[in-house]
């Protein structure tokens, strides 16, 4: 077991190395961040001497090194934009997204579930057929269209809800909470229903596929025979053994909704890391994008790392698989 | 009881109200905040608008091109190479310090250290203090343009910016790339004080109680800005009422603002002129005049203005925008695609060539499209132009690195002077002097070199506008760039908002004088 471990801490090692230097060869592809620095009108000979004092004169290598070296004391650079450590310009936007996507997740569970379920115990009902339409429909608008089209239905048109930025917020600890003040919830919900918007046909379709396959099997139809109550049969008996699967592609989705936040996040103004992450692309904010890119690779990597340790203590077969 | 009840509500309701009537709040969305509260770490526009928010220069421009006594009461020219300067009294900085003669030393001594300043006042030799309230600013050699660069000095105090900071550091050191005590610290005269700061989120003015301009009618007690960069959410903002004012207005959403019954558009001339330039040293095709002409002939830049800027920019002939001393009212746009087709015939070169061209695509307004048009206009003329678009971040080291036959440039002039477009654009690179930084069309006429340097030192300015005039004629003879437009600013703003008097061609939008009704 402790040989399990260390191999799968060593892989985990390699893979960040590998992320960092993948991260840092394309920083010199991205732009010349002494040029937003620095006004247009400014002498390529006052650029130069900024370079050499940044030291992006070295060569790949020696700046390599020595970001990895303070990289492993906790430094991962000071972003040119915001003149702060960008790990820290990194954290202080973490929970504008954290909260997007938690309250995301909280509708696509909230939506998803009973379209799901009811699609697929009624599926000739007109509703089913509507949601069904409309679903195929839904995966196929971009998210920044369903953006634009919701501010100007909701916010510009009928004036009901705020069009950008993360309103009021609550200081708790440093973590700028949006979700204890109603300004802060209003502002909340025309992201997150966009961001929704993307994962919800894909779930309710889920479900029902689940749900009907499942509402064929012989148990349930053993369970009609013993004359079990309907409600019962449904929601016990077939709806438990629907969200397995369910569940599992929730865990992956989650992930892939983090790289949609960055669309979202640019059309409303939000204040997140997706933002952060675009708009350093286009002030070619090298440092920050490297450490941005080095902090998911480093939550992606412990998450797994965990993940596959936990799974080999609860199912020794993987770590005899791993032994060979 | 109840009756107390009733009482207390409605007299708690007219105090609101009360307080409602006397604060004017403005909620600004621009498509991106200031870099830094140190007006000296970047030369930008928007550095520029918040200095002209929280500090407050010697004089500044009106919408005349006029200049407009602030910080200093009156000026007097006592020889070539110096101006008395004579300061207003009883002027306070946001710290409570008073406003000397010394806090002008100070912040121009600091304009020279700056990377992006140090240029711009390279001609000046220094201050010399005359007394607590008088000032002269002295020249190295004479030079025309010292009260265009007087609207660069935004006097920042002294003694505020003076001593240590808990990291050790000199309280006036200006630095590029990491914390220093200007960049979250700020002591001006201007009419705001800077309460709350979150780059790139958020910045709260409120407006600064011992403010000297007690004549300014501006009303606006507290001033909200955000940073909105997407175009579409920007208008929105507006449009729902998210946000009293914003700028840049994208040219496809004008009519959108315009027929809106609460909200008001307004444009104004800008001095942006947009370029493209041909390479002499790649492409001797380009050496030859005729060529030039022909190319400038092809393109109908009146009809870019119309379609792709909707009427937002005004057609350029030449490189000065009206109202500067060296525009030339002789260069009209040209036109002509007969014309264009017989000059490259004589040229020899009917059957055309194929060369490249490179544009930035999120640089200027439409610079992409701008870009296409020129394609799609010199296929007329048989030249096939292979375009390459990039992002900004991108584009200047290709720019510098001239990778492209025809390469596109936008500029404003730093000083509001004709002569700045020559010495960057025009004149012929020079690594040593600088002339010619951004000349990636290799144009080299040692007549406009001349006139440009002799311009620098007239003092005598009917003279000087005719040198100046001089130059635009021979670069329109010669065709050295193809001219498209001048970019319009663009605002929209409530309708309760009297924008109108604080616009101006410099984009710097005056807030202190804003008034709300």
Not at chain 1, 158 to 165: A, C, I, Q, R, T
Request: proline letters at 5%.
């Amino acid at each position: 077991m402790f040989a399990f471990i260390v191999r799968r801490i060593g892989q985990a090692v390699l893979v960040m190395l590998v992320i960092s230097l993948v991260g840092f060869s394309i920083k010199n592809r991205i732009g010349d961040p002494v040029r937003d620095v620095v006004g247009e009108r400014v002498t390529p000979a006052e650029r130069a001497a900024l370079r050499q004092k940044l030291g992006l004169n070295d060569p790949f290598l020696v700046q390599y090194v020595r970001f990895v070296e303070n990289a492993l004391k906790g430094d991962l650079g000071l972003s040119f934009f915001y003149k702060k450590p960008a790990l820290k310009v990194i954290i202080s936007k973490a929970p504008a997204t954290l909260e997007l996507v938690f309250v995301t997740a909280l509708i696509l569970i909230v939506v998803s579930l009973p379209i799901g379920v009811f699609t697929a115990i009624r599926p000739r009902n007109w509703f089913s057929r509507f949601t069904m339409a409309f679903s195929t429909l839904g995966v196929s608008i971009p998210v920044f269209l369903t953006a634009i089209l919701l501010i100007y239905v909701f916010a510009v048109t009928l004036n009901w809800l705020p069009s950008y930025g993360r309103g009021l917020t609550v200081d708790i600890g440093g973590w700028q909470s949006g979700l204890l003040t109603l300004d802060g919830l209003k502002h909340l919900i025309l992201p997150s229903i966009s961001l929704a918007s993307i994962m919800l046909p894909l779930f309710i379709r889920l479900i029902r596929a689940e749900m009907m396959e499942i509402l064929e099997t012989e148990y349930i139809k053993f369970a009609w025979a013993k004359g079990l109550r309907r409600s019962r049969i449904w929601f016990l008996h077939a709806f438990k053994n629907t969200l397995l699967p369910v569940i599992t592609v929730f865990g992956v989705q989650i992930g892939i909704m983090f790289a949609f936040t960055i669309l979202t996040e640019t059309v409303f103004q939000w204040q997140g890391m997706g933002f952060m992450f675009l708009e350093a692309v286009e002030r070619s904010d090298t440092s920050l994008l490297v450490a941005y890119l080095v902090v998911v690779g480093v939550i992606f990597v412990v998450v797994n790392t965990l993940v596959d340790i936990i799974y080999g203590l609860v199912n020794p077969t993987v770590r005899v698989a791993g032994r060979k | 009881m109840k009756k107390m009840m009733i009482v207390l509500l409605s007299v708690l309701l007219i105090a609101a109200f009360g307080s409602l009537a006397g604060a004017k709040t403005l909620k600004v969305g621009l498509d991106a905040d200031p870099v830094s509260l140190d007006p000296h770490v970047q030369l930008s526009g928007g550095m520029l608008q918040l200095s002209h928010w929280v500090f407050d220069p010697l004089v500044r421009w009106t919408q005349k091109m006029t200049f407009e006594p602030r910080l200093a009461t009156k000026w007097k020219r006592i020889d070539d190479l110096t101006m008395r300067f004579y300061l207003r009294k009883g002027v306070k900085f946001h710290s409570g310090n008073p406003f000397t003669a010394k806090d002008v030393k100070f912040t121009v001594e600091r304009l020279k250290k700056s990377v992006d300043f140090k240029g711009l006042f390279e001609p000046f030799a220094g201050v010399k203090i005359i007394d607590d309230h008088t000032v002269d600013i002295t020249t190295k050699k004479p030079y025309a343009l010292l009260l265009n660069m007087a609207t660069y000095i935004f006097p920042m105090d002294s003694k505020f910016y003076s001593g240590k900071d808990k990291n050790g550091q000199p309280k006036d050191a200006i630095v590029k790339i990491g914390p220093s005590f200007a960049l979250n610290h700020e002591s001006g005269t201007g009419p705001f004080k800077v309460t709350y700061r979150e780059q790139g989120v958020k910045t709260v003015f409120e407006r600064f109680a011992g403010y000297w301009d007690k004549k300014s009618p501006g009303n606006v007690t507290k001033m909200i800005l955000t940073p909105i960069k997407e175009d579409a959410t920007r208008v929105a903002a507006l449009l729902s009422g998210d946000v009293d004012f914003i700028s840049p207005v994208p040219p496809q959403d004008f009519m959108r603002i315009k027929r809106d019954a609460n909200v008001n558009l307004f444009t104004y001339p800008g001095g942006r002129i947009i370029t493209v330039q041909m390479n002499e040293k790649r492409r001797k095709e380009f050496r030859d005049v005729r060529v030039r002409q022909a190319i400038v002939y092809a393109i109908n830049n009146a009809g870019i203005v119309k379609t792709i800027m909707k009427g937002t920019a005004t057609v350029a002939g030449q490189q000065s925008p009206p109202g500067y001393a060296g525009h030339n009212p002789a260069c009209k746009p040209r036109y002509d695609l007969k014309k264009a087709r017989a000059l490259m015939k004589a040229a020899g070169l009917e059957k055309g060539f194929t060369c490249t061209m490179i544009a930035p695509n999120n640089r200027y307004v439409n610079d992409e499209k701008i870009a296409q048009a020129v394609v799609s206009m010199l296929a007329k003329i048989n030249i096939k132009v292979n375009l390459k678009t990039m992002p900004k971040a991108q584009y200047w080291d290709e720019f510098d690195a001239q990778v492209a036959d025809m390469q596109m440039i936008g500029w404003h002039s730093d000083t509001e002077d004709s002569g700045n477009f020559s010495e960057f654009l025009v004149m012929c690179p020079n690594k040593k002097t600088g002339y010619g930084q951004y000349n990636s069309g290799n144009y080299c006429n040692p007549e406009v070199d001349k006139l440009t340097l002799a311009a620098q030192s007239e003092t005598n300015l009917k003279k000087r506008a005719a040198m100046l005039k001089k130059i635009e004629k021979i670069l329109y003879d010669d065709a050295a760039f193809i001219p498209f437009h001048w970019q319009n600013h663009s605002y929209g703003a409530r309708k309760n908002l009297m924008v109108k008097p604080i616009i101006n061609t410099m984009n710097f939008p005056y807030f202190g004088d804003l008034v709300i009704k």
